[in-house]
């Protein structure tokens, strides 16, 4: 490893883009962010993601942002292309894809916009949740790579562990990247698919599973994901429903200062 | 109007799609489901969903639709375009766009799927409510064309009426398609995007308002559609955030026995 090299956070290198042409990118997975199989899909979300934001036509800040896993991604190679769909005086829609070997393996749509003051309101309850500082860390021995690029601190749901008794599908963490980098609409956008499956949280069984479409809402602009800086923020997540092979979960991503940061849907495959 | 015409339910009507080639359709907006400006969103989006179902190649049934509302749609004729973008063993990634003059007004990515047995749980909680048949329906003097063909019925957070206390941006309704309509996912699809904009149920000030995406997750199969048939299904909305021009809902949509048929998700501009 180069000086140059280390001083990239291991997210950076992991959703880092070469440019080839207009609007198209050669990137590559990371073993840092490896996952039982392929990548994390948090990063696979993030590199799209990414791709937008280097866009040199884009306006505006993420909105929203929908990744479908379409194919398992292989490690190494693979090229990313953006392009806006259209755009309106201040939003943008966008169609995102990632290709391997000639082959669409994840896609993503988003739409970002120029954000304005306007009358606002949070409706969703910040939780009443203990100090990061007085939790102890997740263990991640005999867990995939990609966890030790998080620092997780659970309040309740942990990853096969006791159900919380009134939600037993829910669980609330404090988390950050590790090491600590400051927050931005790429790092948020990984951290978003970085709650465990729902249903490891509800069974204590470890079955195959697979996200197969995320959507995220950004409720926070740039100046104030930059606030956060290096802080921990505070998801919380929890299924609505699992049946018929496939399972949905919601989340709420809160700043320690109770600022709704993101809110964000997926729904999972699993087996049996 | 001929006797065939009259016949046909207004929302087949509306997302009718003539053929024209292989995922090429042409349809048109229909004045019955017109909206302020434009076509009613719900429709829109059960359009794009019906090409999809309408395609040759389809491989199971709906699992998640996103559909980005990516510019006013004209009264008129458009052309939808849908094509498998990934076939895997038991699902299958879509691609649907909806062009008026050469551009796309509107797009949807969908999941299909090969639904299965298998272990199930409803986490979320169905809530204790009235009959359909003790409330009141919901009267659409001033109203735009669009919810005349809706019966819906409120329990708390009607448009522009006095807030549910404890949940603000709550509404809770009885609705079906009227006339009634057997169940299936193409009007659960339009009904998805029947919850009026949370913001009118919070705020009581008319703003101009647009869904910008929308996304839906069906959690049941077209069997148990098919078993609610015309009866009322229960919708349950809120938001979680209002802010810098945008705001999102959250809702779920339940059968009258307690099945939890689909959670939806969006994100909405608003003036103000």
Redesign the interface.
């Known amino acids: 490893m180069t000086n140059n090299e280390a001083s990239v956070h291991p997210l950076d290198q992991s959703v880092n883009l070469k440019p080839l042409e207009q609007g198209v990118w050669q990137g590559a997975t990371s073993s840092a962010y490896a996952n039982m199989v392929g990548p994390f899909g948090g990063t696979t979300g993030a590199t799209l993601l990414k791709a937008v934001l280097c866009h040199q036509q884009l306006l505006g800040e993420p909105?929203?942002l929908?990744v479908?896993f379409?194919?398992p991604v292989a490690d190494g190679n693979f090229e990313v292309r953006a392009r806006p769909?259209?755009t309106?005086r201040s939003?943008q829609?966008w169609w995102v894809e990632m290709m391997q070997e000639g082959?669409?393996?994840a896609?993503a749509?988003a739409?970002t916009?120029r954000?304005?003051?306007?009358?606002?309101?949070?409706?969703?309850n910040l939780p009443e949740v203990p100090l990061a500082s007085d939790l102890t860390f997740f263990e991640k021995a005999g867990r995939p790579p990609w966890t030790r690029n998080y620092d997780m601190r659970f309040i309740d749901g942990e990853l096969f562990g006791e159900p919380n008794k009134n939600?037993?599908?829910q669980s609330r963490l404090w988390m950050r990247d590790e090491p600590p980098r400051p927050l931005d609409f790429v790092s948020l956008a990984a951290l978003c698919d970085a709650f465990f499956p729902r249903i490891y949280i509800?069974?204590p069984k470890l079955v195959p599973i697979g996200t197969?479409?995320l959507?995220t809402?950004f409720?926070a602009?740039q100046q104030q994901l930059a606030a956060v800086g290096t802080d921990h923020i505070l998801g919380v997540a929890?299924?609505?429903?699992?049946?018929?092979?496939?399972s949905?979960q919601?989340a709420?991503v809160w700043s320690n200062d109770g600022t709704?940061l993101a809110?964000t849907?997926q729904?999972v495959?699993?087996?049996?």
């Open positions: 909105l929203a929908t479908n379409a194919a769909l259209r309106n939003s829609h082959e669409v393996v896609f749509t739409v916009a954000r304005r003051e306007t009358w606002t309101s949070t409706e969703a939600e037993p599908s509800r069974r197969v479409s959507t809402y409720h602009d929890w299924a609505n429903h699992f049946g018929k092979g496939f949905d919601s709420e709704l809110t849907h729904v495959y699993f087996k049996e």
